[in-house]
C-alpha cells in the first residue's frame, strides 16, 4: 500500500488528502536506506522531493524528518566502521532529505534554529567522518556517499544560519579527507565538489585561502606508493574539475593560475 501511494506522489496521480502522512513518513524513515533501487531512490527519495518541496509537510513533521535523518541511526548510522557496508545508503540518502529541508528552509526559514543550526554542524562534519567512497553498488544502485554529502555539505554552508567561520576551514577539510583516500573517485565525485567551493566563496572564502588549501592537498604524508598515486589522482581529478569552474565563472583567478602554470604535478 505504501509503495502504491509513493507511486502515485511521484507521478501525480493521488489525491493527497487521502494519504495519512504520519504513517507514510514512518515508513519512508524506515526504509531510506533499503537496497532495493527502486524503491530508495524512485519512490521514497523522489517521494520526499515532492512532498518536501511543495511544502505539503506541516512544521511538525518537518522537525521530526529533519531530527531522524541527522540522528546517530541515519546520517552516522556505524559511521566509524572501516569496510563498507549496506549502511552506507541509509546515510547517503538521508544526507540528500536533509539538504532538501535545509535548502527549503534557507529559501523560507521556519524550522527552530537550534535544530537547523545542530543540523548544519553534523552536515559538515558528516563528509569527514564517512569513509564509504563506492559510487555505483552492484544490484543495489547508486550509494555515492561523497556526491550526496558534498551536496549536504553545499546547502549547510548557504543556509544563513551558518555563521561559524570555524565551519568553512572544517568544510575544507571534508573535502580533503574525501580526496585523499585510496579510493579512486571515478564516478563525478569532483564536479559535485565544485559547488561546495562556490558556497564558501559567498561565504567569504578568499582565492588567497583557497589557494593555500589547494596546495596543501599536494602534502600526501603516505609510504605505500600505491595508496599515494590514488590519492593524488584524486587530487588531479579535482584540480581539473576546479580550473575548468574556475575559469568559466572567472573566480579565483590567482587559484587558477597556480593550477595552469604554478602546480608541477598538474598535467
Known sequence: MMKEQLEGIVKKSINLDLIDFNELIQFMLKNIGNTD?????????????ELILNEQFTEEQLV????????????????????????????????????????K????RSLPEELVVE????????????????????????????????????????HPLMKDSKLLCSALQSLKS?????????????????????????????DEQLLTWLKGLHYIEVEDWHKKYRYEWNVKKFEAALLRHLLKSTKCTKTADWIIFGNPTFV
Open 119 to 158: 543540523a548544519i554542524h553534523r552536515s559538515i562534519h558528516y563528509l569527514f567522518l564517512e569513509k564509504d567512497y563506492r559510487g555505483f553498488v552492484n544490484t543495489k544502485g547508486w550509494a555515492h556517499a561523497v556526491a550526496h554529502g558534498s551536496d549536504l555539505l553545499t546547502e549547510a554552508i548557504r
Open 37 to 49: 533501487g527502486y524503491l530508495r531512490d524512485n519512490l521514497i527519495y523522489r517521494g520526499f522531493c
Open 178 to 206: 574525501c580526496l585523499h583516500t585510496e579510493y579512486a573517485l571515478i564516478d563525478e565525485e569532483e564536479v559535485r565538489m565544485l559547488p561546495v567551493i562556490d558556497a564558501l566563496l559567498d561565504k567569504g572564502l578568499t
Open 105 to 108: 528552509d534557507r529559501e523560507n
Open 64 to 103: 521530526l524528518i529533519l531530527k531522524t535523518c541527522s540522528d546517530d541511526e541515519h546520517l552516522y548510522l556505524n559511521i566509524t566502521q572501516s569496510n563498507p557496508s549496506d549502511d552506507v545508503f541509509t546515510r547517503s540518502f538521508s544526507a540528500l532529505v536533509i539538504t532538501l529541508i535545509l535548502g
